[in-house]
């Protein structure tokens, strides 16, 4: 398991990182191989940057750290935020279509995470610091091919506090 580590150049762009969470992937397992448990983290960056500046700014972090996955956070009118994570989940038309996923999967650089027990036509993939898209972009591109019955991303949300 790799330790966590924050960017080289993260301090010099005036970005500042919250603690590292782990998204326990290393408990799951697919045809008897572990999954790889990563890290993540928030960044926050200065306020008013364009989208523009946003986006170069993902871009020279990624092209910089080769072993950074890049997902966004969405922040909605009542501060909520909604984080996207590196998974995925898909769900065969037929439990015959497992080797269609997993070579579209190796084609994209994805893992099948885990075969869901009481649901077999159902998987959990992730994206990986090889992959060249994000989990969303994954599970559009996934659901709009037609070889698969859904494909949606995992996103989690802030709890809201009710008073």
Sequence with gaps: MKEPYLPVDIEQRVVKATEFKSDNADRYQYKGKYAQRRFM????FEKGLTNEQYL???SDIKAKNNEVIIAPYFSLETEEKV????????????ISDVVLLEQIAEQFN????MQNE???LWFTLSVTEKSELNALEYATYFYECGLFEVAEPDLMADLIKLE
């Design 41 to 44: 983290s928030e960044l926050r």
């Design 56 to 58: 170069k700014l993902l």
């Design 83 to 94: 984080q996207l994570s590196n998974v995925f989940y898909v769900k065969l038309k037929n």
């Design 110 to 113: 994805c893992t099948i995470i």
């Design 118 to 120: 009481t649901r077999p």
